[in-house]
């Protein structure tokens, strides 16, 4: 989705701005307006920064302790201003500090906390603004900012396993692959000068080697330099509406790691519908926030069908169902959870059901993979070696 930065004028008469990552400049009227924010100007982001979503960046585990402190002082009677005022203080990052600083000056100035978060998206998201503006208007802001503590820590805990499950694999292949190039590029070209010196023919398997090896000198720089390109623009397209959907969709059907991906899907989707819903935000609200938190865009899109036709009076559970992605568990749940008016409990129970169910689909994976990539790498090495080493079997007739 593109970013809009945009000024907006207050109730009181106040002009703000901010950016914001919606579909279009009609979304951000209504956004504004929940806010009880009338639009003056907006501003479409475009080219490179807006794909790349350039802006500033604070560790996840930051934020979390942030509102684990503020929840505290709030709790503790301290106001607002003088709870960011302490945060400021004792803020080490520069980044962070600078944007606490900014958000405290806002509050000074008379605006809400949300409002003064939602200018910096990539650091407050949606559904971070969101819930401290339920927070704001139930006057349970300390409870609301402990819950965001717990969400992210939960979430952020979800996201490294999800991330040591891939990285594990693509990490050894890519050890493996250098020592197949260090092999080709320097090893192998010393011993074909020996092999020349005694002259005689050389076996087929070790030609074969020799050739790759010459191959991969010439070519190696052109090859990694394509490579890099290729992430690059991948990473690219993916950012995008059409790409990043159709990107989404094939990974939704790997074998292994596509059932991982929707279990972690299903987790993500409970834990923050959960969390939004526990905090007094609207049904409505708190799904387009899922959706827009989702982290792929098969999922969205139907979380935002879903939404729609939630607006048109339907319940949750029949569109749920009818997306196809989520388990018959799940919508049972769901179905649960809307009949006995408990949504928001059954989700975070689900949640947590779902997060265990994560670790074992990774610790499955892990075993399947690291025995497979053992094998693959004693198969690739033992053929290199042995080809380099068949030459050696006739050396000594070669020297006689």
């Given amino acids: 989705m593109p970013i ?13 701005d901010g950016q914001i990552d919606i579909e279009n400049e009609n979304a951000l009227i209504q956004r504004l307006k929940s806010q009880k924010l009338t639009l003056v100007s907006a501003t479409k982001t475009g080219g490179l920064a807006a794909l790349l979503k350039m802006g500033p960046k604070v560790k996840t585990e930051q934020i979390s302790i942030f509102a684990r402190q503020f929840s505290t002082m709030i709790s503790a009677g301290l106001p607002v201003l003088q709870s960011l005022n302490i945060l400021v203080e004792q803020t080490e990052d520069k980044v962070f500090k600078n944007i606490l600083t900014k958000v405290r000056d806002d509050i000074g100035s008379g605006a809400n906390l949300s409002d003064a978060m939602s200018k910096f998206p990539t650091v407050f998201d949606a559904l971070f603004c969101n819930m401290i503006k339920a927070g704001e208007l139930s006057g349970a802001l300390d409870q609301i900012l402990d819950r965001l503590a717990t969400y992210l820590e939960k979430a952020e805990a979800l996201k490294q396993k999800i991330k040591g499950a891939m990285m594990y694999p693509i990490t050894i292949s890519v050890i493996a692959i250098a020592i197949v190039i260090l092999l080709m590029v320097k090893v192998i070209p010393t011993f074909k000068i020996v092999f020349e010196g005694f002259g005689g023919g050389l076996p087929a398997p070790t030609k074969v080697l020799i050739d790759i090896s010459e ?20 990473s690219i397209v993916k950012r995008t509406q059409k790409g990043g959907f159709i ?14 991906i929707k279990k972690s899907t299903v987790a993500r989707f409970s834990r923050t519908l959960g969390t939004l819903l526990k905090s007094g935000v609207q049904i409505l609200d708190a799904l387009e926030t899922v959706a827009r938190s989702a982290g792929n865009k098969v999922v969205e899109k139907a979380l935002m069908d879903t939404r729609n036709a939630v607006r048109e009076g339907q319940s949750l559970t029949e569109p749920l169902k009818t997306t196809g992605l989520f388990p018959s568990m799940v919508i049972q749940m769901v179905s649960v959870g809307e009949e006995t008016g408990k949504l928001d409990d059954m989700l975070l129970r689900m949640s947590d059901f779902y997060d265990q169910e994560v670790d074992v689909a990774v ?3 892990m075993s399947m993979l690291e025995p497979m990539i053992m094998a693959f790498l004693g198969v690739v090495v033992g053929a290199i070696v042995v080809a380099m080493y068949l030459p050696m079997f006739s050396m000594g007739s070669l020297v006689s």
Wanted: aromatic residues 18%; positive net charge; without cysteine.
């Fill in 363 to 365: 610790d499955g994976l």
């Fill in 247 to 260: 990107i989404d969709k094939y990974l939704l059907k790997l074998p292994v790691f596509g059932d991982l």
């Fill in 215 to 234: 191959y991969e000198q010439k070519w190696a720089l052109v090859q990694v330099g394509f490579l890099v390109a290729v992430g690059f623009i991948f």
């Fill in 4 to 16: 809009f930065s945009y000024k907006a004028k207050t109730p009181d008469g106040r002009v703000i």
